[in-house]
């Protein structure tokens, strides 16, 4: 079955500066990539997609990278803010189960004053 | 428009004790998800459906049940609760699977002592 695995556990940077975390997956075949940031206390929230046909994607100051090649996804967030200061979890569909995704383990991310 | 609502916020149980948790959507979405979050180990699938009457066991179905008698509700039950189960349990629906947003729940805090 698909496997995410996700690095690193824990990120600390300092304010103003960028922020890039990894996923790889096993399935050749997935093909939908979700990251979700998960604030204390709360669910997770979608914060950024992209699917298998695109290369990258932008929205401000986050953007996903994905190389199918190389089964690896990649999360980057420029000019860090305090608020940006969360969980993130990236995760990819399988292609034999449309049902569900599967999660990546997390990274905890901290940004310094 | 609620979102995801889950109930209990919190419990403390113990071991041998039973409960539900239950979680509410009111976006009319067919696929609805339970997640329990551990430390370390990201968002593990426990069971999922695909429409009212229906369910599937996710990654970690052991020691639980569910049921999903309406499209609105999905109801995760432990019948005999372990300290293995002390866990926030997270719940989550979509409209389109695995291929787009998931919309979660606050999550509940369980402890098993």
């Known amino acids: 079955g698909e496997n995410v695995e996700q690095h690193p556990s824990t990120l600390s940077v300092q304010e103003g500066d960028s922020a890039v975390i990894k996923c790889t997956y096993s399935?050749?075949?997935?093909?939908?990539f979700p990251w979700y940031k998960q604030e204390l206390g709360k669910g997770p929230q979608l914060i950024i997609d992209?699917?298998?046909?695109?290369g990258e994607k932008k929205d401000q100051r986050i953007a996903v990278t994905l190389n199918k090649t190389a089964k690896h996804f990649s999360l980057h967030i420029t000019e860090t803010q305090p608020e940006d200061s969360a969980v993130y979890f990236c995760?990819?569909?399988?292609?034999?189960?449309?049902?569900?995704?599967?999660f990546g383990s997390g990274t905890r991310l901290s940004i310094r004053p | 428009n609620a979102g995801v609502t889950q109930t209990p916020k919190f419990r403390v149980l113990k071991t041998g004790q039973s409960m539900t948790l239950l979680c509410a959507q009111d976006m009319n979405h067919e696929y609805m998800y339970w997640y329990r979050q551990d430390p370390g180990m990201g968002l593990r699938l426990i069971h999922y459906?695909?429409?009212?009457?229906?369910?599937a066991k996710g990654e970690v179905p052991d020691g639980y049940n569910v049921s999903r008698l309406k499209k609105q509700n999905f109801l995760l039950g432990l019948e005999s609760a372990a300290p293995s189960q002390t866990s926030v349990y997270l719940c989550?629906?979509?409209?389109?699977?695995?291929?787009?947003?998931?919309?979660f729940g606050p999550g509940t805090r369980l402890t098993v002592l």
């Open positions: 992209i699917r298998s046909n695109v």
């Open positions: 459906s695909v429409g009212e009457g229906t369910t």
């Open positions: 989550a629906s979509a409209a389109a699977g695995g291929l787009d947003e998931q919309f």
């Open positions: 399935d050749s075949a997935s093909n939908y």
């Open positions: 995760a990819a569909t399988p292609r034999s189960s449309a049902s569900k995704i599967i």
